[in-house]
């Protein structure tokens, strides 16, 4: 089983709050990332990390931000959220250069 | 460009028969594959990949996945579905092995029925 936790799992906020998503892994991985996943639509990559200090935007443009400030911590925040946001966002980490992923359980953000 | 479609939004079968999800992508070079598998309410799970080694790749749970570059088809099959088995799954194509390079095809709810 992956040691890699999602916070919180589940969060309904209004419009124009300021949130973050916490990623947390204990496999001592280089690599994470965030994706972005809707109901019967592909996963989207949003934001992904190579090392700490090293942030990068993903094949999908999103409002959100990113840090990695430490190996094991990637949390994603959003400035003002809006009901576009609303999606479920799943955090991941990787070993170097093995293309296999091991996902969080997710966060599901609804923003009314 | 890479690209990976999967022809079944959702696949229904009983349980102990089998199952078959189809999975076709497009890539220019000799890309890695993977199947993944989601739980209600849990994150993804590897269940297996392929990386240009042997073509037919065993996976946990049963699942097996036959790399036919012919019909560049990766379709991931089980003998004898479990009620366990119910869950949305996805076909994945990378033309590298970083996690930026993955492509996620849309998914395929399979559904199991007693």
């Known amino acids: 089983e992956a040691d890699i936790y999602q916070t919180p799992r589940y969060l309904v906020i209004g419009t124009g709050k300021k949130i973050t998503l916490e990623c947390s892994q204990t496999?001592?991985?280089?690599?994470m990332y965030w994706y972005q996943q809707d109901p019967g639509m592909e996963l989207h990559l949003i934001h992904y990390?190579?090392?700490?200090?090293?942030?990068e935007k993903g094949d999908l443009s999103s409002e959100s931000t990113v840090s990695r400030i430490r190996t094991e911590h990637f949390p994603l925040t959003l400035e003002s959220a809006r009901p576009s946001h609303t999606s479920q966002y799943l955090c991941?980490?990787?070993?170097?250069?093995?293309?296999?992923?091991?996902f969080g359980e997710g966060s599901r953000l609804t923003v009314l | 460009a890479q690209s990976v479609t999967q022809l079944d939004s959702h696949v229904s079968v009983s349980e102990g028969t089998p199952v078959l999800l189809r999975c076709n992508y497009s890539s220019s070079y000799s890309p890695s594959l993977f199947w993944y598998v989601q739980h209600p309410n849990k994150g993804l799970q590897l269940l297996l990949k392929?990386?240009?080694?042997?073509?037919l790749v065993k996976g946990i749970n049963g699942f097996e996945a036959e790399f036919k570059k012919s019909e560049t088809s990766f379709h991931l099959t089980k003998p004898s579905a479990h009620m366990s088995d119910a869950a949305e799954y996805f076909c994945?194509?990378?033309?590298?092995?970083?996690?930026?390079?993955?492509?996620f095809g849309k998914g395929t709810t399979l559904s199991v029925s007693s």
């Open positions: 496999m001592g991985h280089d690599k």
């Open positions: 994945v194509v990378s033309e590298g092995q970083a996690g930026t390079a993955l492509i």
């Open positions: 991941a980490s990787s070993v170097t250069n093995t293309g296999e992923l091991f």
């Open positions: 990390s190579y090392g700490v200090n090293s942030t």
């Open positions: 392929y990386t240009s080694a042997a073509t």
